[in-house]
């Protein structure tokens, strides 16, 4: 789980935690569901194919800090990342230390 702070006119505090019943990473903003990515995972391997933001939320960069997230518990994991959503390749080339979680053998497959 990972908690964080963003100056805005009030502190918003976003938190990224993994709803394992649910097969997703949610992001909470100020304890309310702001978002999640899908997960289908195969022994440390995590296929993300759909992300997604809700409409109140959006605009406030919580899709990106959704899937950093999500990111740095898989690799806290061990796990790799296979990025199906259009949106996690995005991020990792905004974020290029989160390439490593892509095997290489796939990286082109994602234009990564």
């Given at each position: 789980?990972r ?7 009030r502190r918003m505090?976003?938190t ?13 903003v100020d304890?309310r569901l702001?978002g999640?990515v ?5 022994g440390?391997?995590?296929a993300?194919?759909h ?6 939320f959006?605009g406030?960069?919580i ?5 950093v997230g999500?990111?740095d518990?898989?690799?806290a994991?061990g796990?790799t990342?296979?990025?199906?959503c259009?949106?996690?390749p995005?991020?990792?080339?905004d ?9 290489e053998?796939?990286?082109g497959?994602f234009?990564l």
């Amino acid at each position: 789980m990972r908690t964080t702070s963003t100056p805005k006119e009030r502190r918003m505090t976003t938190t990224v935690q993994d709803n394992a019943a649910e097969s997703r990473f949610e992001i909470l903003v100020d304890q309310r569901l702001a978002g999640y990515v899908d997960y289908r995972k195969d022994g440390d391997e995590y296929a993300l194919p759909h992300t997604r933001v809700l409409p109140e939320f959006g605009g406030r960069g919580i899709g990106t800090q959704l899937i950093v997230g999500t990111l740095d518990e898989i690799a806290a994991r061990g796990g790799t990342v296979l990025p199906y959503c259009p949106f996690v390749p995005k991020v990792i080339r905004d974020h290029p230390e989160y390439l490593e979680l892509v095997p290489e053998a796939q990286r082109g497959t994602f234009d990564l």
